[in-house]
């Protein structure tokens, strides 16, 4: 979406004041068998489906960024299958959950994958109508399903002062374990099955 004073703030959107320091190092784990990239003030949270995940507030507040997505909501969107735009149920009364992808999302093949969350077919027109990109490759689809798959995330190495920041935004398998074990997490992807077109 574009920022306009007629549009709402996509659930998803990050805000500025919901950024936190990210203070990263290297330490020892025993189960990743060497180093692993952690937080300098670690705590078990961090860490989920294998990879430590990028923190941020959910305060909403200060001023959207608008080209930039808030890590926690975006996974609480796709874990619970929640609209990215009004934050509520994307699940019909079918038990299929509303998506729409375009020719980047990965689903030209019937089973794809995504990092964009689902959205409710109450709000599939604004979105449409409010974004560019939308407007000019989305369709609509319902799935029967979805599952973690991957994490887009910046991956890390160990060097001197620390850990320094190699690429930015690059996918990673959950079962990538060695390249988790440098990854921050930024975005959940999800596997979706079942996919079908859908008008609306």
């Given at each position: 979406m574009t920022a306009s004073t007629t549009l709402r703030v996509p659930y998803i959107t990050a805000w500025s004041d919901e950024a936190v320091p990210q203070n990263l190092a290297f330490r020892y784990?025993?189960?990743?068998?060497?180093?692993?990239?952690?937080?300098?003030?670690?705590?078990d949270s961090d860490w989920v489906y294998?990879?430590?995940?990028?923190?941020?507030?959910?305060?909403?507040?200060?001023?959207?960024?608008?080209?930039?997505?808030?890590?926690?909501?975006?996974?609480?969107?796709?874990?619970?299958?929640?609209?990215?735009?009004?934050g509520q149920t994307a699940v019909d009364e079918r038990e299929r959950i509303w998506w729409v992808l375009t020719d980047t999302d990965g689903t030209s093949m019937g089973d794809g994958y995504t990092n964009a969350p689902p959205t409710c077919c109450a709000c599939i027109p604004e979105a449409i109508a409010s974004c560019p990109r939308l407007r000019t490759s989305a369709a609509?689809?319902?799935a029967g399903g979805s599952a973690p798959f991957a994490v887009l995330a910046h991956e890390f190495a160990f060097g001197t002062g620390?850990?320094?920041?190699?690429?930015?935004?690059?996918?990673?398998?959950?079962?990538?374990?060695?390249r988790l074990n440098g990854a921050l997490a930024q975005q959940l992807v999800v596997t979706l099955s079942d996919l079908r077109r859908e008008d609306l």
């Open positions: 784990h025993v189960e990743a068998g060497g180093l692993r990239l952690t937080y300098t003030d670690p705590h294998g990879v430590l995940r990028a923190r941020q507030g959910l305060s909403q507040r200060g001023r959207p960024e608008w080209r930039l997505v808030n890590t926690l909501r975006q996974w609480r969107c796709m874990e619970h299958s929640l609209c990215q735009v009004c609509v689809y319902t620390g850990a320094v920041l190699v690429e930015r935004n690059v996918l990673i398998d959950l079962d990538e374990f060695r």
